[in-house]
């Protein structure tokens, strides 16, 4: 209800009656007040009262509001989005939900995350308001070893949303999103399985996109970047790239579900910053230097050494690094 409320004001120039407001909705000014209580507080959106006139957005609020973000695309991946003003971290948000048995496709965005998680057990910087951190719940018919792939589906779906708004993105394999050699996009996907199918996926990505310096402990300087800090210094429109991604992601999941993973993979050669470079190998057994040749039908990085021996690397063993920096 709030976010059809939240729809009105924002198709009403001027005020907006509390009185048409709760005839609009056939609900008690009480009600009505207590909506708009909860927008201001529980959502941040800034908005002007007036003892007769009712209610008016100050501005157009900077916010991951589903209303605002149904503005800008179509599809089933825009009918449930859960807008949370902070939560400990949006995968584990939609990881009870899954175990309560909701159904795909549902999203979770988050203004703040105060428990935001990034992979190998590391920690997630969610600075209020700055980025997208969002989650998606998924309930794919795949067998669990093939998880890699809804990560590496969605690596270019961000990747192409990220595109659309003008910087040339590129994917560090197997799904870190790089521009200009920078990470501004952290995938990290979670999920519950039996033998030979998944039971569901959480699919999380974190995206930076306003942080400025300041925003950035000391010791992250180096490698983290923000959309902001790498276009023109001006504020990118953060609804804008989560419609956008959201709307890659409803094709390339529907490849996914068809089978067709091998269109998913043609593109994602497409979006590679690592194909055609040297790279460093990390695995259990050690550290080598190879070339990145090629990726396998399933996702797998195919390596020729310098002594001519061709590996397949798996994502879930490896570490790969660029000789010469992050990419
Ligand atoms: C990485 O380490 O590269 C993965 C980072 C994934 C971060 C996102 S932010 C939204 C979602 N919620 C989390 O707690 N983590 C993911």
């Known amino acids: 209800m709030k976010d059809r409320i939240l729809e009105l004001l924002l198709s009403t120039d001027g005020y907006l009656s509390g009185e048409a407001i709760s005839k609009r909705f056939g609900v008690t000014r009480a009600a009505v007040w207590k909506w708009m209580d909860q927008l201001r507080r529980e959502d941040g959106v ?7 006139q009712g209610y008016k957005l100050k501005e157009r609020p900077d916010l991951l ?3 605002l973000i149904r503005e800008k695309g179509l599809g089933r991946f ?5 807008h949370l003003s902070i939560v400990d971290s949006t995968n584990n948000y939609l990881k009870r939900l899954a175990r309560e048995g909701v159904a ?3 999203v979770a965005v988050a203004e703040e995350q105060n428990g935001g998680k990034g992979r190998l057990g590391r920690g997630w910087v969610s600075t209020r308001g700055k980025g997208v951190f969002v989650s998606i719940l998924l309930r794919p018919q795949l067998p669990p070893a093939l998880a890699g792939n809804i990560t590496m589906m969605a690596a270019l779906a961000g990747a192409k949303a990220v595109g659309n708004l003008g910087f040339d993105a590129k994917i560090k394999w197997p799904n870190d999103i790089v521009v200009e050699g920078k ?16 039971e569901w996926a959480v699919l999380g990505m974190g995206f930076n996109v306003n942080q400025v310096k300041e925003d950035w402990p000391e ?4 490698k983290a970047s923000s ?10 429109e953060r609804t804008a790239l989560l419609a956008a991604l959201l709307t890659e992601m409803d094709g390339l999941y529907a490849k996914l579900e068809a089978g067709a993973f091998g269109e998913i993979l043609e593109e994602y050669r497409k979006y590679s910053a690592t194909l055609g470079k040297r790279v460093r190998v990390i695995d259990s057994k050690g550290e080598y230097t190879a070339d990145a040749v090629d990726l396998d039908e399933e996702g797998a990085l195919v390596v020729r050494t310098l002594e001519g021996e061709v ?5 879930a063993d490896v570490s790969v690094r660029g000789l010469m920096g992050y990419v």
């Open 78 to 82: 825009f009918e449930a989005i859960d």
């Open 227 to 236: 959309l902001r800090m790498l276009g023109d210094g001006k504020k990118v």
């Open 104 to 106: 795909e496709v549902r």
């Open 183 to 198: 990470k501004i996009c952290g995938i990290l996907t979670e999920m519950s399985a039996n033998m030979d199918t998944m």
């Open 311 to 315: 590996h397949k690397v798996l994502a």
């Open 65 to 67: 509001l589903p209303a």
């Open 46 to 52: 800034e908005l002007e009262s007036h003892p007769r």
């Open 219 to 222: 010791d992250l300087l180096d």
